[in-house]
């Protein structure tokens, strides 16, 4: 079974300009999760979707930050513009049966 | 507020000495203690879940508990490839169900 695929793996920007990242969850997973993780830090959700409802967004900076999932599936979290502080590990996550969550490899963000 | 804190920050070991790593949690109403292990570069990799007091789980080297206020992570004769970032997580009852995540112990196995 394929896990969690994200891209871009890596990407780097100025300040200003804006930003998206793709994620592809594991088939079949309804519940899927963006977070944010800073280095030396755990993981801290963004927003959470139910399908292709957005369930908890209160954490996501909405001056900012947008998400999307369309049809239920893949997802993309947009940042426009970026700022230096947006520099961190964007990670995409979907929920097994049992409130496990899987995570893809993340997207290093690097804003310069 | 919900809380997670991981203890110590980061922990050297020499193979086949065995220790724990401590969680404690501070949330209203478990529903779930999570933990995952994290190799640089990658994103957190599902180890158990813990769902009660008293439970227990194992795999391979490690082996998770969980009591009323606090979680260990056992690692027995760990090897060098042990080594890596060991993640805390706990998700409450109440439907938000996000993973509150604790800062991580970092563990280096040395040969």
């Known amino acids: 079974e394929a896990g969690v695929v994200q891209s871009p793996r890596y990407k780097i920007i100025e300040k200003k300009q804006p930003v998206a990242f793709w994620c592809n969850p594991i088939s079949g997973h309804n519940t899927l999760y963006w977070y944010r993780q800073n280095l030396g830090q755990g993981p801290e959700l963004l927003i959470r979707y139910e399908n292709e409802e957005a369930v908890d967004d209160s954490q996501l900076p909405k001056d900012r930050f947008s998400a999307e999932r369309l049809k239920g599936v893949d997802s993309t979290l947009k940042i426009q513009p970026a700022e230096l502080g947006d520099s961190a590990v964007y990670l995409c996550?979907?929920?097994?049966?049992?409130?496990?969550?899987?995570f893809g490899p993340g997207t290093r963000l690097t804003v310069t | 507020e919900d809380q997670v804190t991981q203890s110590p920050e980061a922990l050297r070991l020499q193979e086949g000495e065995s220790s724990s790593l401590n969680c404690s949690y501070t949330v209203s109403g478990l529903r779930g203690l999570f933990w995952y292990r994290q190799d640089p570069g990658k994103g957190p990799e599902f180890l158990f879940t813990l769902y009660s007091a008293g439970e227990e789980k194992e795999k391979e080297r490690l082996k998770a508990t969980l009591t009323k206020k606090e979680s260990f992570l056992h690692i027995t004769a760990p090897k060098p490839e042990d080594s890596a970032t060991y993640l805390c997580?706990?998700?409450?009852?109440?439907?938000?169900?996000?993973?509150?995540f604790g800062k991580g112990t970092k563990l280096t196995v040395n040969p």
């Open positions: 996550a979907t929920r097994g049966a049992g409130y496990e969550q899987y």
């Open positions: 997580a706990a998700t409450t009852q109440g439907g938000s169900e996000k993973l509150v």
